[in-house]
């Protein structure tokens, strides 16, 4: 996005890099309901990626996804053996889902996040012990075949 400066065009990123808008940015949560609306209505992006880092919510999604294709639910266990990135990637997502559900918004979820993980099942309540050891063994059995598991597995 280009924004005009005088009769000069100034990449927005500039502009942020300098300081004009970063704190902007960074803080969101502290900013009043008019700057937020004024931001919004220049087509200001909240959340651009960092190409140096990745788009990493969007590759643990991606993921999930395939998971609940092979395993048929998003419940992944928080200590996923074949995958623990994953595992505790889905964990964050639930503790951020509470914090932004308490108005909480340093965790980084959005709307947009939720809306995803809602449509491919996501269960946000998990606190059950036995529920999650349980899909632990159905996974554990999906991927070796048998409940066979190693004491130190």
Known sequence: ???KNNSN???????L???SLSDDRARTEHQT??????????????????????DQ???????????????????????FSI???LGRWVSAQRVSYKKFQNG????KMTEKRIQLLNDIGCDWNCNY???????ELVSYVKEVGNARVPSKF
């Open 1 to 3: 996005k280009k924004a």
């Open 9 to 15: 065009n100034v990449c927005i990123e500039n502009i």
């Open 17 to 19: 890099h300098r300081g």
């Open 33 to 54: 309901e008019e700057k937020i609306q004024l931001l919004d209505e220049i087509g200001f992006e909240w959340k651009i990626v960092d190409e140096r880092e990745g």
């Open 57 to 79: 919510w969007g590759q643990r999604y991606k993921e999930l996804v395939r998971y609940v294709q092979k395993f048929g639910h998003a419940r992944v266990p928080s200590h």
């Open 83 to 85: 995958n623990q990135r």
């Open 104 to 107: 909480d918004l340093s965790f």
């Open 129 to 135: 012990v036995w529920g999650e050891r349980y899909e």
